[in-house]
């Protein structure tokens, strides 16, 4: 059974940092896209960043631009955030997610992904 654990969620001041950890377990084929999903209150949940495991690349939300990066690492079967200049805006439930399709883009939408995590809580103070 697929599972994917996140951590490192905290409660920071604004321009701080932090970096969320999604460590995954059991079966799964090889991944074609990976990434991190953000949900507040009363609000969808929304694409951070996406990232093609083929090549490496990711699609970042215009907000986190130059702020946020994801990374991962085979070895650990492990896909990290890291996160600086943290903002209020950033505030919300985080999610890692991955899934197996072959696509040849990834989806900055939910819905393109099989696997979640049971998120980690990131509160950003002003």
């Known amino acids: 059974q697929v599972q994917l654990v996140e951590s490192g969620g905290a409660s920071v001041q604004a321009g701080g940092s932090l970096r969320l950890s999604c460590a995954v377990s059991?079966?799964?084929?090889?991944?074609?896209?990976i990434g991190w999903f953000r949900h507040d209150v009363g609000q969808v949940r929304e694409g951070v960043v996406v990232s093609n495991t083929g090549d490496d690349t990711a699609q970042y939300a215009d907000p986190v631009k130059g702020r946020f990066t994801i990374s991962r690492d085979k070895a650990k079967n492990t896909i990290y955030l890291q996160m600086n200049s943290l903002e209020p805006e950033d505030t919300g439930m985080y999610y890692c997610?991955?899934?197996?399709?072959?696509?040849?883009?990834?989806?900055?939408?939910?819905?393109?992904?099989?696997?979640w995590g049971q998120g980690t809580q990131v509160t950003v103070s002003s």
């Open positions: 997610a991955a899934d197996s399709t072959i696509r040849n883009v990834c989806s900055m939408g939910e819905g393109g992904y099989a696997y």
């Open positions: 059991g079966y799964i084929r090889p991944w074609t896209c």
